[in-house]
Every structure is written in structure tokens, then in C-alpha cells.
């Protein structure tokens, strides 16, 4: 592993690099995984690197739509895991949400170290994993079909961070409300999610268990108005507005 000096001036990113490529070594990642973290970079720097407005707005939307669920599921594969592992177990302790493993790549046992490894950091309860659970949902061919009787197919929300896929759609069919944090606003998963969250979901998740916290002691009435009072469309397209700004004003600079 390099060192990387705290005063580079993409440091932090760097470190998010790391984090990834050490996941992979510890068989937590899939190849492909480091080939998704390359494609979000290169988004987060036409994002700015920061939580924007409408990534603020649509994460309001999201603790929300969260307080209020009866039974949701924080779905994570290699990367998420890679990236924000405590975050995610500290989610599931303070929230009713459950761990469940979904992988598009699934060699079989990655599922398994990534139970373990999430084990290890403290998770009580981890989901998709062990195969006596496991059903599928209808007419969805790839393996993110493969999901928990007692997670995903019960489940009421899910959240689908860093996917790029078409099981949301199918989530969606089956009256799921689905939550995604994706640094590309323009793929599949992005532009079919219920709520989606443009950002790093290495800053956004923070923000979303801050947020969650403190809209705890609202009551299900403004709860309510927060989700009613948000429009994804909307936000999404502000999103990719936000993103042309950055590089207008870029461009301004240079001429
Ligand atoms: O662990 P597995 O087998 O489930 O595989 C995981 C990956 C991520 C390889 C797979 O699920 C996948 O869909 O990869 P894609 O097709 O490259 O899509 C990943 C999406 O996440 C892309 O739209 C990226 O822009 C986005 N992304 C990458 N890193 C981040 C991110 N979004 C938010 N935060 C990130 N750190």
C-alpha cells in the first residue's frame, strides 16, 4: 500500500482509492468493482466533490421515506462494503433497516466473506448469504435476482446504492420504493430510483444517518410532507443542471 501525504490535494480521494483496492485484496471486491470506482471519480470530479444542493435535498427525502418504512433493507455488494462498512453497521444499529448481500458478480463465495468480514466490524444480523433463504424475483436473469425471503422480498424500501443495473425496475414492479446513491445521474439504476442521491456515497451516507437522526423526532405528518414535497425528476435534472454549471464556470475560467 502507498502512503499517500494528507496535504495532496486529492487526498481524500486517494484514501477512497485505497480503501477499494484493499477490499479487492481481501477478496471483499469484485474485479469490476475497481473498474465502477474509476467511472464514479471521474462523476464526483464534474460533481465538485461535494454534497450539493439537490444531493442535500434528495437525502432529506431518503431518512424520510426511511423513518417511516416497516421493514427496509440497506442492500450492499463488494464496493459499498469496501467503502463504508462501519457507516453501514452503524446505520442498521440505529435504524430498524437490515444488512442484505447482493452481488452482480457472485462467484459463490464472496457472499460469504463479505458476511464474515461485516461480522468481524460488529454486524449482528447479515443477510443473503446462506442459500436456504434464498428466492428469486420473477424474470430478473442476473444475480441480483438472488435475494432474501426474509430481506429484499419482504422488504418495503431498499436501498440500492452504486448500481447500475435494471433491478430497480423490477424492485419497483413489485411496489418496493427504492433509494439509491449513484454519482452517475444518468445511469439505469439513477434514473429509475424513487429517490436518488447524486454523490459519493462515502460523503452522502454520513449525511443521510445525520439527517436521519435528527428528522427522528419529526412526526410521521412532516415526515410525510418532506416526501410528498420532493420530486426525483425534478432533482435529477437539477442534478445534471448543477453538474453543466461546474463546467461552465470551469470553461469561463479558462477563456
Ligand atoms: O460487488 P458486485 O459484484 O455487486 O459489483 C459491484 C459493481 C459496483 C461492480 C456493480 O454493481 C456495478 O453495477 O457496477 P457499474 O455498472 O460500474 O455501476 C456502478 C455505478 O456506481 C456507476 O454508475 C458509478 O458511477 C457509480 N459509483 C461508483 N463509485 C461510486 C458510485 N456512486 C456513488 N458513490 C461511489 N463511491
Redesign the pocket.
Given at each position: 500500500m502507498t502512503t499517500i501525504p494528507k496535504s495532496h490535494p486529492r487526498a481524500k480521494s486517494l484514501v477512497?482509492r485505497e480503501s477499494l483496492v484493499k477490499g479487492f485484496e481481501q477478496g471483499?471486491?469484485?474485479t469490476?468493482?475497481l473498474?465502477?470506482?474509476?467511472?464514479?471519480?471521474?462523476?464526483?470530479y464534474l460533481i465538485g466533490e461535494k454534497t450539493n444542493f439537490e444531493a442535500k435535498k434528495a437525502i432529506k427525502a431518503a431518512a424520510a421515506v426511511l423513518l417511516l418504512a416497516k421493514n427496509p433493507i440497506i442492500s450492499v455488494?463488494?464496493?459499498?462494503?469496501a467503502?463504508c462498512s462501519k457507516e453501514i453497521i452503524r446505520f442498521s444499529k440505529i435504524s430498524k433497516a437490515k444488512i442484505e448481500i447482493?452481488?452482480?458478480?457472485?462467484d459463490g463465495s464472496?457472499r460469504k466473506r463479505i458476511a464474515k468480514f461485516l461480522k468481524s466490524k460488529g454486524a449482528k444480523v447479515i443477510l443473503g448469504h446462506d442459500i436456504k433463504h434464498l428466492t428469486k424475483i420473477p424474470k430478473l436473469k442476473s444475480?441480483?435476482g438472488r435475494v432474501d425471503k426474509r430481506g429484499i422480498s419482504s422488504a418495503d424500501v431498499v436501498l440500492v446504492?452504486?448500481?447500475?443495473?435494471d433491478r430497480t425496475s423490477f424492485l419497483k414492479k413489485l411496489g418496493k420504493t427504492v433509494i439509491t446513491?449513484?454519482?452517475?445521474p444518468?445511469?439505469r439504476?439513477?434514473q429509475t430510483a424513487d429517490i436518488t442521491v447524486v454523490?459519493?456515497?462515502?460523503r452522502?451516507f454520513d449525511e443521510l444517518i445525520n439527517t436521519y437522526m435528527k428528522l427522528s423526532k419529526r412526526n410521521m405528518n412532516e415526515l410525510e410532507n418532506i416526501i410528498q414535497n420532493f420530486d426525483n425528476k425534478t432533482n435529477l435534472a437539477n442534478s445534471i443542471m448543477s453538474i453543466n454549471k461546474n463546467l461552465r464556470r470551469r470553461a469561463r475560467k479558462l477563456a
Open positions: 477512497l471483499l471486491v469484485a469490476e468493482g473498474l465502477a470506482q474509476g467511472r464514479g471519480e471521474a462523476f464526483d455488494n463488494g464496493n459499498f462494503v467503502l447482493n452481488l452482480f458478480y457472485d464472496r444475480n441480483r446504492p452504486l448500481e447500475d443495473g446513491f449513484d454519482l452517475n444518468l445511469s439504476t439513477a454523490d459519493n456515497i462515502s452522502g
